[in-house]
């Protein structure tokens, strides 16, 4: 159901032509169903991975149409709270290592 939808198929390409237009290197393929991705290092990737799939479900349980752009923005909020809290914990400097990959879609 998930992974050979077409409009999710659709979705995930538009995903990661905005990443990799970014110079996010992203690449999707069946394994981004599990987490199991070698190239995944970072606590970020794998956030931005859940956040993606929990849009894509949460849109197919409320039968609404897959939009990039609202995909992007469920994850700059979650983003933007984490980032107050690790501020509050004066833990930025950890934090911005790890979300460095992703500031050119985060902070515009």
Same mark, same amino acid.
């Given at each position: 159901?998930?992974?050979?939808?077409?409009?999710?198929? !659709? @979705?995930?390409?538009?995903? #990661? $032509? +905005?990443?990799?237009?970014?110079? &996010?290197?992203?690449?999707?393929?069946?394994?981004?169903?599990?987490?199991?991705?070698?190239?995944?290092?970072?606590?970020?990737?794998?956030?931005?991975?859940?956040?993606?799939?929990?849009?894509?479900? !949460? @849109?197919?349980?409320?039968? #609404? $149409? +897959?939009?990039?752009?609202?995909? &992007?923005?469920?994850?700059?909020?979650?983003?933007?709270?984490?980032k107050?809290?690790?501020?509050?914990?004066?833990k930025?400097?950890?934090?911005n290592?790890?979300?460095?990959?992703?500031?050119?879609?985060?902070?515009?």
């Amino acid at each position: 159901m998930f992974w050979h939808c077409r409009e999710t198929n !659709t @979705s995930l390409k538009q995903v #990661k $032509h +905005l990443l990799n237009q970014n110079g &996010i290197q992203y690449d999707l393929n069946e394994t981004f169903l599990f987490n199991v991705n070698a190239g995944i290092f970072h606590e970020s990737d794998l956030i931005f991975n859940l956040k993606l799939k929990e849009y894509i479900f !949460t @849109s197919k349980f409320y039968k #609404k $149409h +897959l939009n990039i752009s609202a995909a &992007i923005n469920r994850f700059i909020y979650y983003y933007k709270s984490l980032k107050y809290l690790n501020r509050k914990n004066n833990k930025c400097n950890l934090f911005n290592k790890q979300w460095e990959n992703y500031k050119t879609i985060l902070e515009k």
